[in-house]
């Protein structure tokens, strides 16, 4: 997120980093659905409100404390959850027993495909601002392979395998409730399964609390530069944020799965432009070589306010998604020749990426130019 301003300038990033606390918010609110609908399964005196307001005390608690607790936190959480992931997927194959026609249930479609792969390059893509966070506490003699590959498979081990498990536990339903699904098929496991689900949502919850309170607080710094936000700004900021993510939980919960779907089509069509342009910047126009000093100066330092060729290739990026756009909300003429297919993302990528190399190239020719 600080590396944008390279790429943006200092006020051009402003938009990324505030659609980065868009997307953590939108997260951590469907997370306190999902706590919510998960404790009212296993324990129907709690109602679905409640169990929101539950998870997100939790969340609040853990982000309070800060770094090193969440860090705590999810260590225990992630080899919790690993365990119980693999003992609900035993259970329901060899205890529970898939359904005879299990294999030839439902049928292929391009538009459900093209769905789905939208769904999860944007979970792995979202991961990004994460990753930026951590990243800075890293010490400097940190070996990059290894960022890369912990980094790598932390995100495909902890999407790949939650998601088939969905996959299979909502194959098996009729009625589309997947959590009551998946409280059928585990049985006796069912009260343990939930109750780490829950817990490792109020985990994830309090890392997205954590970082977007710090995207919000940069945001804050970026036009108040003399400004060093403490540990007290940090809990304020939580806690009406909480407030704000509570609210969103409790009234979206009824249309949840459209509004989350919805969600996450349209922060794709404004992430991959941005990811376009980070990584053609990073790894072919700067090669890694940043001037450091000027992400933390108010006027952008060489990069400036603002770099007019990211924020044209970004918005053109939008511009060029929108014929292939498919969600209920809107759908594009070309993404209704491909019968709903949305392939607007890959668009975005294969446009913007050349663009902006082209762009920049351009440049760089005409300054050798003119230094000659």
Request: one cysteine or more; glycine letters at 10%; aromatic letters at 14%.
């Given at each position: 997120?600080?590396?944008?301003?390279?790429?943006?300038?200092?006020y051009?990033?402003?938009?990324?980093?505030?659609?980065?606390?868009i997307?953590?918010?939108?997260?951590?609110?469907?997370?306190?659905?999902?706590?919510?609908?998960?404790?009212?399964?296993?324990?129907?005196?709690?109602?679905?409100?409640?169990?929101?307001?539950?998870?997100?005390?939790?969340?609040?608690?853990?982000?309070?404390?800060?770094?090193?607790?969440?860090?705590?936190?999810?260590?225990?959480?992630?080899?919790?959850?690993?365990?119980?992931?693999?003992?609900?997927?035993?259970?329901?194959?060899?205890?529970?027993?898939?359904?005879?026609?299990?294999?030839?249930?439902?049928?292929?479609?391009?538009?459900g495909?093209?769905?789905?792969?939208?769904?999860?390059?944007?979970?792995?893509?979202?991961?990004?601002?994460?990753?930026?966070?951590?990243?800075?506490?890293m010490?400097?003699?940190?070996s990059?392979?290894?960022?890369?590959?912990?980094?790598?498979?932390?995100?495909?081990?902890?999407?790949?395998?939650?998601?088939?498990?969905?996959?299979?536990?909502?194959?098996?339903?009729?009625?589309?409730?997947?959590?009551?699904?998946?409280?059928?098929?585990?049985?006796?496991?069912?009260?343990?399964?939930?109750?780490?689900?829950?817990?490792?949502?109020?985990?994830?919850?309090?890392?997205?609390?954590?970082?977007?309170?710090?995207?919000?607080?940069?945001?804050?710094?970026t036009?108040?530069?003399?400004?060093?936000?403490?540990?007290?700004?940090?809990?304020?900021?939580?806690?009406?944020?909480?407030?704000?993510?509570?609210?969103?939980?409790?009234?979206?919960?009824?249309?949840?799965?459209?509004?989350?779907?919805?969600?996450?089509?349209?922060?794709?069509?404004?992430?991959?432009?941005w990811?376009?342009?980070?990584?053609?910047?990073?790894?072919?126009?700067?090669?890694?070589?940043?001037?450091?000093?000027?992400?933390?100066?108010?006027?952008?330092?060489?990069?400036?306010?603002?770099?007019?060729?990211?924020?044209?290739?970004y918005?053109?990026?939008?511009?060029?998604?929108?014929?292939?756009?498919?969600?209920?909300?809107?759908?594009?003429?070309?993404?209704?020749?491909?019968?709903?297919?949305?392939?607007?993302?890959?668009?975005?990528?294969?446009?913007?990426?050349?663009?902006?190399?082209?762009?920049?190239?351009?440049?760089?020719?005409?300054?050798?130019?003119?230094?000659?």
């Amino acid at each position: 997120m600080v590396q944008t301003r390279g790429q943006f300038g200092s006020y051009g990033s402003v938009l990324v980093v505030a659609l980065v606390v868009i997307m953590y918010i939108g997260f951590l609110a469907s997370n306190l659905v999902l706590g919510g609908q998960s404790l009212h399964a296993i324990y129907a005196p709690v109602s679905t409100d409640t169990g929101i307001l539950v998870s997100a005390v939790l969340s609040l608690v853990a982000c309070a404390f800060g770094y090193n607790l969440i860090h705590a936190y999810t260590k225990v959480m992630s080899w919790v959850s690993g365990i119980i992931l693999l003992a609900a997927f035993a259970w329901i194959v060899f205890v529970h027993g898939l359904p005879t026609d299990f294999l030839a249930r439902n049928g292929f479609n391009l538009s459900g495909f093209l769905g789905a792969i939208s769904i999860a390059a944007l979970w792995q893509l979202a991961y990004a601002p994460y990753v930026s966070d951590y990243s800075r506490y890293m010490p400097k003699d940190i070996s990059e392979k290894s960022v890369f590959w912990c980094s790598y498979l932390g995100c495909v081990l902890g999407s790949l395998f939650p998601m088939i498990l969905g996959i299979l536990v909502s194959i098996c339903i009729v009625d589309g409730d997947l959590i009551t699904g998946i409280v059928n098929m585990t049985g006796g496991l069912s009260s343990t399964v939930i109750i780490v689900f829950a817990l490792g949502i109020a985990a994830t919850n309090a890392m997205n609390l954590y970082c977007g309170v710090l995207c919000t607080l940069t945001l804050g710094q970026t036009f108040l530069p003399k400004w060093s936000p403490l540990s007290g700004a940090r809990i304020v900021v939580s806690i009406v944020t909480i407030l704000i993510e509570v609210l969103i939980a409790i009234y979206g919960q009824e249309n949840f799965l459209v509004n989350y779907t919805n969600f996450i089509l349209m922060l794709l069509y404004v992430l991959v432009p941005w990811t376009a342009i980070n990584l053609v910047d990073y790894y072919l126009v700067a090669h890694g070589n940043y001037d450091v000093a000027s992400f933390f100066r108010r006027d952008g330092g060489i990069y400036g306010y603002f770099n007019s060729k990211a924020i044209f290739c970004y918005l053109l990026g939008i511009v060029v998604e929108i014929p292939f756009m498919s969600t209920a909300i809107y759908t594009g003429p070309a993404a209704n020749m491909l019968g709903g297919a949305d392939i607007s993302w890959i668009i975005g990528l294969a446009i913007v990426s050349p663009v902006y190399y082209f762009l920049c190239r351009t440049q760089a020719v005409a300054q050798t130019s003119v230094a000659k």
